[in-house]
């Protein structure tokens, strides 16, 4: 594994592939997006001090499943780590160094923190992406054990991860048990990224959405959404002439898209209006 000090995130993404770190990657896509003084092993070395804290806490625990329930009253129900209920679209609560400074986090930042820690106990964890709320699962013989670390890592049955779906996003009816299958890592890191392009399109911070798209890019070069995204906000942001380009790159790879006559007549008119400055 590369030095994270001197890794970049296209370089720990090419070099990891599905085994990336969720934690090591988004200690790099901050440094990359919003953070250029950041050193990201101080906050590898902050997860590992939590990691020897913790295993002192838990030594009492011997089965893995007992170990890893502890963790979570460890990390979350003492208080140490919490849900940003109050400012919940703060930026700050989608960057593992803030949260790991702060001790206030998005569902998912938390989950990944307590991720980190419980791969470094030999705990059997996953990450488990319910639509609007990320979860943690803790594995075994006798089925899965579900944890909310943004609520205390409080244990939820079936019933409560239904009307935490519902909650979250709005989503009503039938409950699709394919939500509870593990997350893969790559996976946890677009929705980390997804989190911060949402969050700076909603204050039009433009400049930032782009850095963040960019990364999402890196990641999941086939998804030929961000390249039409990528369009819009460059011109948001004013950059008119690499707008055109991506979307003139999304309506060549997705002709018969579902927006793609929208598409098409923005970017005709980003084509006048650069003939017009020409």
């Not at 990336?20 to 070395?45: K, M, N, Q």
């Not at 942001?237 to 007549?265: C, K, N």
Request: one cysteine or more.
């Amino acid at each position: 594994m590369m030095d994270i000090d001197h890794a970049s995130f296209e370089a720990e993404v090419q070099a990891a592939g599905d085994n990336i770190s969720p934690a090591r990657a988004g200690l790099l896509f901050a440094r990359e997006i919003a953070y250029p003084d950041l050193r990201p092993s101080d906050y590898v070395t902050r997860l590992d001090a939590l990691a020897t804290h913790a295993a002192e806490a838990l030594a009492p625990q011997i089965a893995p499943r007992a170990r890893s329930l502890a963790l979570a009253r460890w990390l979350f129900h003492s208080g140490a780590f919490r849900g940003d209920e109050h400012n919940y679209t703060d930026p700050r609560n989608a960057y593992l160094n803030d949260v790991l400074d702060r001790h206030l986090g998005l569902p998912i930042s938390l989950s990944v923190i307590y991720l980190e820690i419980a791969h470094r106990l030999n705990l059997p964890v996953v990450g488990v992406g319910l639509p609007g709320h990320f979860i943690v699962a803790v594995t075994g013989d006798e089925g899965p054990i579900y944890l909310d670390p943004f609520h205390h890592g409080d244990v939820l049955t079936e019933a409560d991860c239904r009307r935490l779906v519902e909650a979250a996003s709005g989503r009503t009816g039938r409950f699709d048990r394919r939500w509870l299958l593990p997350t893969p890592p790559p996976q946890i890191v677009a929705r980390m990224l997804s989190n911060l392009r949402n969050f700076y399109m909603r204050v039009e911070d433009w400049a930032l959405a782009v850095a963040t798209v960019e990364k999402l890019r890196v990641l999941q070069p086939d998804v030929v959404t961000h390249l039409r995204d990528l369009g819009i906000l460059l011109y948001r942001a004013g950059y008119p002439s690499r707008a055109t380009h991506y979307l003139d790159q999304y309506l060549a790879l997705h002709p018969d898209a579902d927006d793609g006559e929208a598409v098409r007549q923005s970017r005709d008119r980003l084509v006048e209006h650069l003939a017009r400055l020409n």
